[in-house]
Each structure stands twice: as structure tokens, then as C-alpha cells.
């Protein structure tokens, strides 16, 4: 699946999906990387899912990794990766689909720090797809610093 055609900034991507937060908050408490999830403002009107990646997976000069989630009814989102080091820099990217006026509707914002984005493709748009691409990006990204 391509990557949606750009559309103009039209504002809100709509309101939040809680069944689907709930449904994927499940999913990260059996990670094995998740040490901690927590609905924002609280589950009962979840708006934001954020879940605490285990830091002790990091090698030293990671302190903290934490994903952001935001689904919502009309199908976007926003899965927000981001890491803080020893000091006090970010590694950040972020899987979005929403209207905007910079990209597609669906993109990726570029780490190191998530400011620039490309169009995005991906061969489903399910959120559990979604999710598996986006631990399966974090699982590398680990991979990747333990290498360096």
C-alpha cells in the first residue's frame, strides 16, 4: 500500500479511537521491551498511550526510551519514538498519518531529531501492522547502538 496523496491542512485527524489505544496498549504489556504503559488523560478518556521502553536493554549512555501513540476514529495516527541520552540529547523519529501540508498523509518524520519527514509506505494499515513496524524499527534501532 502507497503512500496516501497529499491533502490540504484541514485540521483535527478527528477524535481519539479508544478501542484501538486500549487494543494496543494490551499488546505492549506483553513486550518484552515495555516495562509501562499509562493512558493520557487516563483510560477511562484515553487520548494518549505512552509506554516506557525497558531502559536496561539500552547499552550505557541511554538513560530513557519512551513510544507515544495516538490513534484516532478516522484512522491516523502518530507513533512517537523517542530516546534521551546521558546528555540530555534526543533521538527521535515519528510514523504519522494525519492531514498535513509538509508530506502525504501517511509519512515518517527522520530521526535524529524528527523535524524532516518523507512520504511513507506500508503494506497495511492496521494498527497491529502499524505497531510491528514500529517495535520492529525500535528493536533495530537497539541492534544498531549495542553495533556502534
Not at 56 to 63: K, L, M, N
Not at 79 to 105: G, K, L
Given at each position: 500500500m502507497g503512500p496516501d496523496p497529499p491533502t490540504p491542512n484541514s485540521g483535527s485527524p478527528g477524535p481519539p479511537d479508544r478501542q484501538t489505544l486500549q487494543l494496543l496498549a494490551r499488546h505492549l504489556r506483553n513486550e518484552a521491551l515495555i516495562v509501562e504503559t499509562a493512558f493520557d488523560p487516563d483510560s477511562y478518556e484515553p487520548r494518549l498511550l505512552h509506554a516506557l521502553v525497558d531502559a536496561?536493554?539500552?547499552?550505557?549512555?541511554?538513560?530513557a526510551a519512551r513510544l507515544d501513540i495516538r490513534w484516532f476514529?478516522?484512522?491516523?495516527?502518530?507513533?512517537?519514538?523517542?530516546?534521551?541520552?546521558?546528555?540530555?540529547?534526543?533521538?527521535?523519529?515519528?510514523?504519522?498519518?494525519?492531514?498535513?501540508?509538509?508530506?502525504?498523509?501517511l509519512h515518517f518524520h527522520e530521526p535524529p531529531t524528527a523535524v524532516d519527514a518523507t512520504d511513507l509506505s506500508l503494506s497495511s494499515r492496521h494498527p497491529l501492522d502499524i505497531y510491528s513496524t514500529v517495535l520492529d524499527a525500535i528493536e533495530g534501532r537497539i541492534q544498531t547502538l549495542w553495533e556502534n
Open positions: 536496561g536493554q539500552y547499552p550505557e549512555g541511554v538513560i476514529t478516522t484512522g491516523d495516527f502518530s507513533f512517537h519514538y523517542v530516546e534521551t541520552h546521558e546528555d540530555e540529547s534526543r533521538w527521535e523519529c515519528r510514523w504519522d498519518r494525519h492531514p498535513n501540508p509538509h508530506n502525504a498523509r
